[in-house]
């Protein structure tokens, strides 16, 4: 068990720029989550997947992301036409029952 | 909506004290609680998850307890350790949805 995993670790882009993030969960969990979180708050709910389905979205999940978790195996977060605002640690975690477990985060900087 | 708090926003004991977190929600029909801690630039650690059912859960110098009807939940920290600096922070589920949500956080200082 190699816990979750993330990559990039660090992304830096221009404004209006696309970026793809990638999450490789812990293998025998079936669900998948993503989260933000900005200096000084705790993480902000995105959306979650089971297997492949994608359950939950946030209203935070704005018509510029979207994320996708083909075959219920690793998942990508992509967002569109990026914007300052963006700039954040883009958290995923994944669990089947129990406590959510999270990977190391990539933090995206948007200039 | 639910809303998770945590007071204080800053802490700081000296090496060997005993401590505690608190953490409040305001809507107790949680499914469960979740405390992680989160060192700087870093991903989260879980560190206790206590189902509504429960009223404690205890890992080593950890113990961390739930009351669900004042909407409150503790996380003690005995004979605290400069390691343990670190920011921790609880999170709640509700019935009907996976998701957590967060308090923003208590940043632990302990000085050796």
């Known amino acids: 068990d190699t816990g979750v995993s993330q990559n990039p670790r660090h992304k830096i882009t221009k404004r209006g720029q696309n970026v793809t993030f990638r999450c490789d969960p812990i293998s025998e969990h079936n669900r998948l989550y993503w989260y933000r979180q900005t200096l000084g708050q705790g993480p902000e709910f995105l959306t979650y997947?089971?297997?492949?389905?994608?359950?939950?979205k946030s209203r935070l999940l704005s018509d510029r992301f979207s994320a996708e978790r083909p075959k219920g195996s690793f998942s990508t977060l992509e967002i569109q036409r990026t914007e300052q605002g963006d700039s954040a640690m883009y958290l995923c975690?994944?669990?089947?029952?129990?406590?959510?477990?999270f990977g190391p985060g990539t933090r995206l900087l948007v200039l | 909506k639910q809303e998770v708090t945590q007071i204080p926003a800053a802490l700081s004991v000296p090496e060997g004290e005993n401590l505690v977190l608190n953490c409040s929600f305001t809507d107790s029909a949680i499914y469960n609680l979740q405390w992680f801690r989160q060192d700087p630039g870093k991903g989260l650690t879980s560190l206790l998850l206590?189902?509504?059912?429960?009223r404690e859960q205890t890992s080593g110098r950890l113990n961390a307890s739930l009351d669900k009807s004042s909407g409150r939940s503790t996380l003690y920290i005995a004979a605290s350790q400069p390691g343990d600096s670190a920011t921790y922070l609880c999170a709640v589920t509700q019935g009907g949805s996976e998701k957590l949500v967060f308090g923003k956080g208590t940043k632990l200082t302990v000085n050796p």
């Open positions: 206590i189902q509504s059912s429960q």
């Open positions: 997947f089971q297997n492949e389905a994608q359950l939950e």
């Open positions: 975690a994944s669990n089947s029952m129990g406590p959510q477990y």
